[in-house]
């Protein structure tokens, strides 16, 4: 959701969608081209991928949000400066 996307990832996200406009502009058979030859992952080694489960769904949401306000705080603290 947007309420994730901090200023560095905000950044990140626009570079995107600026490469992406740049393929797009030379027409609609290129949109195979925004996913092909993409360096994103190598420009970004290091990520993480976080999968949250619930045993049922009226546990799920409850879960979700704990872990999203957790990932927040991590994200804050490494994107702080020592």
Known sequence: ???NVGVPQ???????MIRAAKILEKGEEH??????????F???????QVSV???NAND???????CESRLR????????PN
């Open 60 to 66: 799920f949401l409850p879960w979700q949000r704990f």
């Open 53 to 55: 489960r619930a045993k």
């Open 10 to 16: 905000l950044r990140r996200l626009q570079e995107e």
């Open 31 to 40: 949109w195979r081209d925004i996913f092909t030859n993409n360096d994103f």
């Open 42 to 48: 190598y420009r970004h080694s290091n990520f993480l």
């Open 73 to 80: 705080l991590l994200i804050a603290a490494l994107e702080t």
């Open 1 to 3: 959701s947007a309420y």
